[in-house]
């Protein structure tokens, strides 16, 4: 079974730039999730889509940061323009409710710097 | 607001010994995940523990649940380099299938040869 996959894996921007990652969850897993990891800290949730609806999104900044998930599957999360504290690992995420423990598979993740 | 902590934060311990990482969680939870991050890389689901007195093992780890006690341990028998890595634990609240996993500030294991 092939993994929750990302792109881009890096992303150099200076600051004010827009820019957008890309995930593809494990095929059949309806639940999506966004996270922010700060260097040295645990994932924090920034989003999460039951298949193409975000039913949690109260820890998005909404003045910058939009995501999407048009057709329940892959998605994407924008960040229009980009500050200099954005920088950061996202990680994209997918659990499938039929397994019943809710378990999240994580992407490999794309770091980005914001110079 | 369910709040996670780990301890310790970094753990250094010579190859061969045991020793036991703890996370406590301040509010009910009925699911609690350990997961595994190696540096520059993403994470690694190790355990899923989803009921009080819970014990899951995978080689030279032992994950635990008291809920209790709101208190799960990750102990490690016979320490090899390999495992050196940062080990999170995560909660699910209770209140409501949410989803959302609250991580812990993570514990950095450095296993020296």
């Known amino acids: 079974e092939a993994g929750v996959v990302q792109s881009p894996r890096y992303k150099i921007i200076e600051k004010k730039q827009p820019v957008a990652f890309w995930c593809n969850p494990i095929?059949?897993?309806?639940?999506l999730y966004w996270y922010l990891q700060n260097l040295g800290q645990g994932p924090e949730l920034l989003i999460r889509y039951e298949n193409e609806e975000a039913v949690d999104d109260s820890q998005l900044p909404k003045d910058r940061f939009s995501a999407e998930r048009l057709k329940g599957v892959d998605s994407t999360l924008k960040i229009q323009p980009a500050e200099l504290g954005d920088s950061a690992v996202y990680l994209c995420?997918?659990?499938?409710?039929?397994?019943?423990?809710?378990?999240?598979?994580f992407g490999p993740g794309t770091r980005l710097t914001v110079l | 607001e369910l709040k996670v902590e780990q301890n310790p934060l970094f753990l250094s311990m010579q190859e061969g010994k045991n020793y036991t990482i703890y996370c406590n969680y301040s509010?009910?939870?009925?699911?609690l995940y350990w997961y595994r991050q190696d540096p520059g890389k993403s994470l690694e689901s190790l355990f899923v523990?989803?009921?009080?007195?819970a014990v899951k093992q995978e080689g030279r780890l032992m994950a635990s649940l008291d809920t209790k006690a709101r208190l799960s341990t990750l102990h490690i028998t016979a320490a090899v380099h390999d495992l050196s890595a940062t080990y999170f634990c995560a909660v699910v609240s209770s209140s409501g299938n949410t989803g959302k996993l609250i991580f812990g500030q993570g514990t950095t294991l450095q296993v020296k040869p």
């Open positions: 995420a997918s659990s499938s409710r039929d397994r019943g423990t809710n378990e999240q598979f």
């Open positions: 095929s059949g897993h309806n639940t």
């Open positions: 523990l989803l009921s009080n007195g």
């Open positions: 509010t009910t939870s009925d699911r």
